[in-house]
């Protein structure tokens, strides 16, 4: 499967953005998607995960409350809306997916990444 990342981009603190992970090839339903976070130097961070199951979500405890994940299996896509923008928000922002895995496993297993978009929250 191949992953495309949009939406990213510059927003003051407080404020909002949406980005979209878009998938070509196979189902998306056969995979679970991820949303991870890097800044320069610093490890990789999960921010949020979506299956086909409606139990198996995940949020780190940074953007709880905050963030909300969604999918939509007919248009291969994966938003992740993103509210209450805070300055350490600000990262490159990675779709990744995992074929047949769940968002429960831990450490998550990734086969496809994406590119990555730039998100910066200005203060």
């Known amino acids: 499967v191949q992953l495309v990342e949009s939406g990213g981009g510059l927003v003051q603190a407080g404020g909002s953005l949406r980005l979209s992970c878009a998938a070509s090839?196979?189902?998306?339903?056969?995979?679970?998607i991820l949303w991870f976070r890097q800044v320069p130097g610093k490890q990789r961070e999960g921010v949020s995960c979506i299956s086909r199951y409606d139990d198996d979500l995940f949020y780190a405890d940074s953007v709880k409350g905050r963030f909300a994940i969604s999918s939509d299996y007919a248009k291969k896509t994966v938003s992740l809306q993103m509210n209450s923008l805070k300055p350490e928000d600000t990262a490159v922002y990675y779709c990744?997916?995992?074929?047949?895995?769940?968002?429960?496993?831990?450490?998550?297993?990734?086969?496809?990444w994406g590119q990555g978009t730039q998100v910066t929250v200005s203060s």
């Open positions: 990744a997916a995992g074929y047949r895995r769940l968002c429960s496993q831990r450490p998550p297993v990734v086969d496809y």
């Open positions: 090839g196979d189902p998306l339903e056969d995979y679970v």
